[in-house]
């Protein structure tokens, strides 16, 4: 069973930098519309970053200019560079994107385990 796995997460201090990456956990056909969402604790999952239509680039408004999300097609990576954290990142990030395993197989939503973003004042 493919899954998808994120890796990059710790424990920063506000300013500080962190890139998470996501990838399948098996060779796939390919990954569309990857996404990356976070969850603070007492707080409901929210979208952080999007890739649509290929190669549109979407933000919240609460990390645009800070966060940048890109693609490696060739390696199904997706990467969540997050640069200036603030103690408000902290929280649980989770990748979320559509695989296919196949050429002939339908796409089919996947998140990710999650990781660890700790930010400190």
């Known amino acids: 069973q493919v899954q998808l796995v994120e890796s990059g997460g710790g424990s920063v201090q506000a300013g500080g930098t962190l890139r998470l990456s996501c990838a399948a956990s098996?060779?796939?056909?390919?990954?569309?519309?990857p996404a990356w969402y976070r969850q603070a604790p007492g707080k409901q999952r929210e979208l952080v970053a999007s890739?649509?239509?290929?190669?549109?680039?979407n933000y919240a408004d609460s990390v645009k200019g800070r966060f940048s999300i890109s693609r490696d097609s060739a390696r199904n990576t997706v990467w969540l560079q997050m640069d200036n954290l603030k103690p408000e990142d902290t929280a649980v990030y989770y990748c979320?994107?559509?695989?296919?395993?196949?050429?002939?197989?339908?796409?089919?939503?996947?998140w990710g385990q999650g990781t660890q973003v700790t930010v400190s004042s």
């Open positions: 979320n994107a559509e695989l296919r395993q196949s050429s002939v197989s339908l796409p089919a939503l996947y």
């Open positions: 098996k060779r796939v056909f390919s990954i569309n519309k």
């Open positions: 890739i649509t239509r290929g190669t549109t680039t």
